[in-house]
């Protein structure tokens, strides 16, 4: 019998049938492993009434109470990460290490909402005029939605859904369809770490459950991470219906390799940050560019570590990259290959045919030197196994083309020149960047956004933005009579 996955609502399973489900993958194998409950328009008013239900709560919660009840989550998550990442693998097929490596990066976020207490203070300015007090206090918003990628079932959630809590706020988590076992495991965590019933919620389901939060009118805001095509939709539609929105889109990150770079450094970073978790990463490195008159040579020391990586189920320790996430995203990715070879690019390593058995979702890893900028293999985010060259003339060439491109999520340089560094720091048109450093998430104490196309809204994702986004200010004038009230007297007669 297939394991079924349902929606969590108020603190439990919930026991209704579903009127459709989707199918969950092994991608390794192909096989069905679960089928997960859709939710209808009925099971979105249920959630966000749970949630609201519990808002009024959770909201009066000491923050003393609250910050416990993260501390706790903070140890359980700490002490079950091996099980969260092992869910991981087996619904999305990253190796193993690279679904701990999502797991650690997440528990910072819960790590930094800890400190709810210390973030959540406001100002205070005594006698802005005379006798009077002026003060700032922020507030939660209400419930607010989540809605996440497949490609950090355990991660992503974890940017958004921590602050949220610690601040106050009520959640209706929706996690990505494709991988859906993380988020459920996260909420039974939560509620084991004390979390109160119907203050997390979590709606599994596709576009009519996206579009039940955006248009609910007791949802308060929405945090998203998916493509650019839907991020733009739900921004356009969430801040039409009024409601606060971050919406975070694709990428096609530029890593600019200058002459005077460490190239052995710089083919172990194009290898990790272009095939780690084949591809599927928001911060993958899909473009190299290298800078005249290199190409050639570090085209091939990254063909050399290309042919080195093992391909294998994630669960195998001798694992370095694992499937596509389902078969209909690797016949996607698969259809680059076939239009770079037709647009003229140079297939210098071709993963169509990686040489494993069974009916798992593989791809090996694919590299095209001379790719130009009117290729869909530079053009499109193809969110998997494939790697494109583009060779620039010069540091301004290089600098052109990834200001160019309409994605500014992440970008690096790799250069020995700390002057040329501070020059792209300054001048490259893309929110994170990395200097020698491949994948330049940023650490959770500071925020998580790309430029352009790859973010809608003006708050970036957790840290000091997100609990910013997750609060509204209010800022209170006050006067009160000087002279003491007969009751202060009294009380100060009475030693009180
Ligand atoms: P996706 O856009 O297909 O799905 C994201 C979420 O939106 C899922 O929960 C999905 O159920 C929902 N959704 C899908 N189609 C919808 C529709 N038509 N209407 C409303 N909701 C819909 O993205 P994905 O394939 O799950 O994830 C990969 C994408 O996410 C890539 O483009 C990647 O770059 C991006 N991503 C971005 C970041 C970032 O921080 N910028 C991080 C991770 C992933």
Same mark, same amino acid.
């Given at each position: 019998?297939?394991?079924?996955?349902s929606h969590w609502i108020d603190g439990k399973p919930w026991a209704g049938?579903?009127?459709?489900?989707?199918?969950?993958?092994?991608? &390794?194998?192909?096989?069905?492993?679960?089928?997960?409950?859709?939710a209808g328009a009925g099971q979105v008013a249920e959630a966000v009434a749970a949630a609201s239900a519990a808002f009024p709560g959770w909201r009066d919660t000491s923050?003393?109470a609250r910050?416990?009840i993260?501390?706790?989550?903070?140890?359980?998550?700490?002490? *079950?990460?091996?099980?969260?990442?092992? +869910?991981?693998?087996?619904?999305?097929?990253?190796?193993?290490?690279?679904?701990?490596?999502?797991?650690?990066?997440?528990?910072?976020?819960?790590?930094?909402?800890?400190?709810?207490?210390?973030?959540?203070?406001?100002?205070?300015?005594?006698?802005?005029?005379?006798? /009077? %007090?002026?003060?700032?206090?922020?507030q939660p918003l209400g419930v607010v939605g989540v +809605?996440?990628? @497949?490609?950090?079932? &355990?991660?992503?959630?974890?940017?958004?859904v921590?602050?949220a809590l610690a601040a106050g706020n009520t959640v209706v988590l929706k996690?990505?369809?494709?991988?859906?076992?993380?988020a459920n @495991? +996260?909420a039974e965590?939560f509620a084991?770490a004390g979390l109160p019933s119907g203050v997390l919620n979590v709606l599994h389901?596709?576009?009519?459950a996206?579009?039940g939060l955006l248009e609910h009118p007791d949802v308060k805001a929405i945090?998203?991470?998916?493509?650019?095509?839907?991020?733009?939709?739900?921004?356009?539609?969430?801040?039409?219906?009024?409601k606060? /929105?971050?919406?975070?889109?694709?990428?096609?990150?530029?890593?600019?390799?200058?002459?005077?770079?460490?190239?052995?450094?710089?083919?172990?970073?194009?290898?990790?940050? #272009? @095939?780690?978790?084949?591809?599927?990463?928001?911060?993958?490195?899909?473009?190299?560019?290298?800078?005249?008159?290199?190409?050639?040579?570090?085209?091939?020391? +990254?063909?050399?570590?290309?042919?080195? =990586?093992?391909?294998?189920?994630?669960? %195998?320790?001798?694992?370095?990259?694992?499937?596509? /996430?389902?078969?209909?995203?690797?016949?996607?990715?698969?259809?680059?290959?076939?239009?770079?070879?037709?647009?003229?690019?140079? =297939?210098?390593?071709? !993963? *169509?045919?990686?040489?494993?058995?069974? !009916?798992?979702?593989?791809? !090996?890893?694919?590299?095209?030197?001379?790719?130009?900028?009117?290729?869909?293999?530079?053009?499109?985010?193809?969110? #998997?196994?494939? =790697?494109?060259?583009?060779?620039?003339?010069?540091? %301004?060439?290089?600098?052109?083309?990834?200001?160019?491109?309409?994605?500014?999520?992440?970008?690096?340089?790799?250069?020995?020149?700390?002057?040329?560094?501070?020059?792209?720091?300054?001048?490259?048109?893309?929110?994170? /960047?990395?200097?020698?450093?491949?994948?330049?998430?940023?650490?959770?104490?500071?925020?998580?956004?790309?430029?352009? %196309?790859?973010?809608?809204?003006?708050?970036?994702?957790?840290?000091?933005?997100?609990?910013?986004?997750f609060?509204?200010?209010?800022?209170?004038?006050?006067?009160?009579?000087?002279?003491?009230?007969?009751?202060?007297?009294?009380?100060?007669?009475?030693?009180?």
């Amino acid at each position: 019998m297939t394991n079924r996955i349902s929606h969590w609502i108020d603190g439990k399973p919930w026991a209704g049938v579903a009127q459709r489900t989707g199918e969950v993958f092994d991608p &390794a194998t192909g096989e069905v492993r679960a089928r997960v409950d859709f939710a209808g328009a009925g099971q979105v008013a249920e959630a966000v009434a749970a949630a609201s239900a519990a808002f009024p709560g959770w909201r009066d919660t000491s923050l003393a109470a609250r910050t416990r009840i993260m501390f706790a989550f903070r140890e359980l998550l700490a002490a *079950r990460k091996d099980d969260l990442a092992r +869910i991981v693998t087996s619904e999305h097929g990253k190796v193993l290490a690279d679904a701990a490596g999502e797991v650690g990066r997440a528990l910072e976020n819960v790590e930094y909402a800890c400190g709810a207490p210390q973030l959540l203070k406001g100002g205070y300015s005594e006698n802005a005029s005379r006798g /009077v %007090d002026v003060y700032s206090i922020a507030q939660p918003l209400g419930v607010v939605g989540v +809605i996440s990628p @497949f490609n950090f079932p &355990a991660m992503v959630p974890l940017w958004f859904v921590p602050n949220a809590l610690a601040a106050g706020n009520t959640v209706v988590l929706k996690p990505s369809e494709k991988d859906p076992s993380a988020a459920n @495991f +996260i909420a039974e965590l939560f509620a084991e770490a004390g979390l109160p019933s119907g203050v997390l919620n979590v709606l599994h389901g596709d576009k009519v459950a996206v579009d039940g939060l955006l248009e609910h009118p007791d949802v308060k805001a929405i945090s998203f991470v998916g493509s650019t095509p839907i991020a733009r939709y739900v921004y356009e539609k969430g801040t039409g219906a009024g409601k606060r /929105v971050q919406a975070l889109g694709g990428a096609k990150n530029h890593m600019v390799v200058l002459p005077d770079a460490d190239l052995d450094a710089a083919a172990d970073a194009a290898v990790s940050a #272009g @095939f780690g978790s084949a591809g599927e990463r928001c911060m993958a490195v899909s473009v190299v560019v290298a800078v005249d008159p290199i190409g050639d040579e570090l085209v091939s020391k +990254i063909t050399d570590r290309m042919r080195a =990586l093992r391909v294998g189920d994630g669960r %195998d320790p001798e694992s370095e990259m694992g499937p596509l /996430v389902t078969a209909a995203h690797r016949e996607r990715v698969a259809s680059y290959i076939d239009a770079g070879l037709a647009e003229g690019a140079e =297939l210098v390593v071709d !993963g *169509r045919d990686p040489g494993l058995d069974g !009916g798992g979702f593989w791809l !090996g890893p694919t590299l095209f030197d001379r790719v130009r900028p009117e290729m869909s293999v530079y053009t499109d985010e193809i969110f #998997g196994p494939v =790697l494109s060259v583009v060779r620039a003339e010069d540091y %301004d060439a290089a600098l052109a083309l990834v200001n160019a491109n309409h994605y500014g999520n992440g970008t690096a340089i790799f250069t020995g020149d700390g002057g040329a560094a501070r020059r792209f720091q300054n001048e490259v048109e893309v929110g994170m /960047v990395g200097v020698n450093v491949p994948i330049p998430v940023p650490v959770g104490y500071y925020s998580f956004g790309g430029w352009k %196309d790859s973010l809608f809204g003006d708050s970036h994702a957790y840290g000091p933005e997100g609990f910013h986004f997750f609060t509204r200010r209010k800022v209170v004038t006050s006067r009160w009579p000087s002279a003491p009230s007969p009751q202060a007297g009294a009380a100060s007669q009475s030693g009180v």
